[in-house]
């Protein structure tokens, strides 16, 4: 079993930039795929970024260049730092686990919200 736990979302205007975490709980996590996907009002959830265990890094095209997942191994824990914010990130934030060699073994937090307005 794994647990994660988002913090960091907020208000920010646009242009401004945030850091999101997720602290995650359980055995083995190194070897786990974590992934940051938001969920907007009225839209399916959409994978943000997404690191391996080995530290591989994959963004969606909308967040290139300004987005930046990061992994700390000591900590347990996944960062993404987010930059050049826009309304369109607007969404609730939602740290995901999964184990590549067992599919049963996806776990997701509760999610964190971000707005960005003015």
């Known amino acids: 079993q794994v647990q994660l736990v988002e913090s960091g979302g907020g208000l920010v205007q646009p242009g401004g930039s945030l850091r999101l975490s997720c602290a995650a709980s359980g055995s083995a996590l190194s070897i786990y795929v974590m992934g940051w996907y938001r969920q907007a009002p009225g839209k399916q959830r959409e994978l943000v970024a997404r690191?391996?265990?080995?530290?591989?890094?994959n963004y969606a095209d909308s967040v290139k260049g300004r987005f930046t997942m990061s992994r700390d191994y000591a900590k347990n824990t996944v960062y993404l730092e987010m930059n050049s914010l826009k309304p369109e990130d607007t969404a609730v934030y939602y740290c995901n686990a999964h184990n590549p060699y067992w599919a049963q073994a996806n776990y997701w937090g509760q999610g964190t919200q971000v707005t960005v307005s003015s």
């Open positions: 690191i391996t265990g080995a530290g591989s890094t």
